[in-house]
C-alpha cells in the first residue's frame, strides 16, 4: 500500500517524540511491504517564528494533500505572551477546524505490566478500557464573540460556548457507532443542571439513542463523572462529550493508564484525511532532553494504520510490540516507577522496533511453516 502522510512535530518535545515514531512507521512499512512517504510541515511556535503565522498555508495544502498526519504538540513559554491569534494553540486549533475534525477519539486502556506506575489502586484500574469521544470543532473553544471590552466603564472578558444541533448529533451517532462494535453503553457527559448547550446535547442524545436499541445510554453530569473516572473507571464503554470537558476529562482519565505519555488520540472528519496526536502537549520542562516518553505518539500512529489505512494487523502490531516491551520492564522516566531500565526517548523507539521486527518476522515463520 502506498500512503502519503503529513508530518507536523511542532514544538517542544513534539520534535523527538514524531522522529521516532515516524521511524517506527518505516519499520512496518519495511516489514508489511508498504510505501510511506512523510512529507513535513509547519505549526504552531516553529511555524509562527518561521512564518509569522501558526498555521501557514503551505501546511494546510500539504495537510488537505495528504492520507493522513502525524502531529507532535505545539507550545511553549517562549510564546506564552503572544497575542492570542500568534499563539502556538491558535495553529492547533486552525488545523482541527479546516480539516473539519470534530470527532477526536481518546482510548484508555490500562496496561497490567504499568499498574505499579499509576497512583490509583491496582484493583481500580485493572482491566479499564474505555473510550473519550471528544467533540473537537466548536464549544466555547471557537464560539464568538470571544473578546475584552469596556462596559460601564469596567473590563468585561467574554468566552461564547455555542453549538449547532447539527455538531451535537453528528458527535453523539459518531459515539453510539463506536459503542456498536464495543460493549454498547454511551455516557453522555454534561451540565445540564446548568447550561443550556448542555440541555439540548441530553435531547438530542436521547433521540439519537433512539436509532440504536442495542445501546444503553446514560447521561452524567461533568462534576460526577470526574469523580467516577477515578472511583471506578470500568462503568465506562464510551464517554461522549463537549470540547473542553472532553479536554480536562482525557488529561484525567491518562492516569488510569500510568501516565499522560501514554495516551494517544485520532480526530476524525466526515471523509477527509484524519490527524493523529498524543493527548499530551509539548512539555516545555522536559524537552530537549531525549526523556519524553514516545509511546503516546506512536500508539496515536497505531491508530492511523487502523483507522485510516485499514491496517489492521500492522496496527496491532504496534500495539502488541508496546505492550511487549511494557512487560520486559523497559521504560522512560514518567512511568520507571519499579522499573529494570530506564530509557531515553530514542532508546524506548529502539526497543519498540527491536520487537516489532521480532513479532512480524515470527508472523512470517509460522505463515511459512
Ligand atoms: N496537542 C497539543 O499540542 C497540546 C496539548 C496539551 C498542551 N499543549 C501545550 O503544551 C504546553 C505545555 O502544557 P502543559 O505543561 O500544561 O501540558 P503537557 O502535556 O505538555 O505536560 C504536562 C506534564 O506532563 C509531562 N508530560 C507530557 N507529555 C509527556 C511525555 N510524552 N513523556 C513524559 N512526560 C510527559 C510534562 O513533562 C509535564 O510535567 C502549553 O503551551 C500547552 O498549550 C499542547
Ligand atoms: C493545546 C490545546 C489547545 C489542546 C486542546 O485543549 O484541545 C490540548 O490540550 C489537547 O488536549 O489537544
Ligand atoms: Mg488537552
Request: hydrophobic share 40%; glycine share 8%.
Amino acid at each position: 500500500m502506498q500512503k502519503k502522510i503529513a508530518v507536523l512535530p511542532g514544538d517542544g518535545i513534539g520534535k523527538e517524540i514524531v522522529a521516532g515514531t515516524v521511524q517506527v512507521m518505516q519499520t512496518i512499512a519495511e516489514q508489511f511491504n508498504h510505501q510511506f512517504e512523510f512529507e513535513y510541515g509547519c505549526i504552531g511556535g516553529e511555524a509562527i517564528d518561521v512564518d509569522g503565522n501558526p498555521l501557514p498555508e503551505e501546511t494546510v495544502s500539504l495537510c488537505k494533500n495528504s492520507d493522513a498526519i502525524l502531529l507532535g504538540a505545539v507550545g511553549g513559554p517562549k510564546w506564552d505572551n503572544n497575542p492570542p491569534a500568534l499563539r502556538p494553540e491558535a495553529g492547533l486549533l486552525a488545523i482541527r477546524k479546516k480539516m473539519g475534525l470534530f470527532a477526536n477519539l481518546r482510548p484508555v486502556q490500562a496496561i497490567p505490566s504499568l499498574a505499579d506506575a499509576s497512583t490509583l489502586k491496582k484493583e481500580v484500574i485493572d482491566g479499564v478500557d474505555l473510550m473519550i469521544v471528544r467533540e473537537l470543532t466548536g464549544g466555547i473553544y471557537f464560539g464568538t464573540p470571544r473578546e475584552r471590552r469596556i462596559e460601564n466603564g469596567k473590563e468585561l472578558v467574554v468566552d461564547t460556548l455555542s453549538y449547532t444541533n447539527e455538531e451535537i448529533e453528528r458527535i453523539i451517532r459518531k459515539a453510539f457507532d463506536l459503542a456498536m462494535i464495543r460493549r454498547k453503553k454511551v455516557t453522555s457527559v454534561d451540565k445540564a443542571n446548568v447550561l443550556e448547550s448542555s440541555r439540548v446535547w441530553r435531547e438530542i442524545a436521547n433521540n439519537v439513542a433512539k436509532d440504536y436499541p442495542e445501546v444503553e445510554l446514560e447521561h452524567m453530569l461533568v462534576d460526577n463523572a470526574a469523580m467516577q473516572l477515578i472511583r471506578n473507571p470500568k462503568q465506562f464503554d464510551v464517554i461522549v462529550t463537549e470540547n473542553m470537558f472532553g479536554d480536562i476529562l482525557s488529561d484525567e482519565a491518562s492516569m488510569l493508564t500510568g501516565s499522560l505519555g501514554m495516551l494517544a488520540s485520532a480526530s476524525l472528519s466526515a471523509d477527509g484525511p484524519g490527524l493523529y496526536e498524543p493527548v499530551h502537549g509539548s512539555a516545555p520542562d522536559i524537552a530537549g532532553q531525549n526523556k519524553a516518553n514516545p509511546l503516546a505518539t506512536i500508539l496515536s500512529a497505531a491508530m492511523m494504520l487502523k483507522y485510516s489505512f485499514n491496517l489492521i494487523e500492522e496496527g496491532n502490531t504496534i500495539e502488541e510490540a508496546v505492550n511487549q516491551v511494557l512487560e520486559q520492564g523497559y521504560r522512560t522516566a514518567d512511568i520507571a516507577d519499579g522499573a529494570k531500565y530506564v530509557l531515553t526517548t530514542t532508546e524506548m523507539v529502539e526497543q519498540v522496533i527491536r520487537q516489532i521486527k521480532e513479532i512480524a518476522q515470527n508472523k512470517s515463520m509460522s505463515a511459512n511453516a
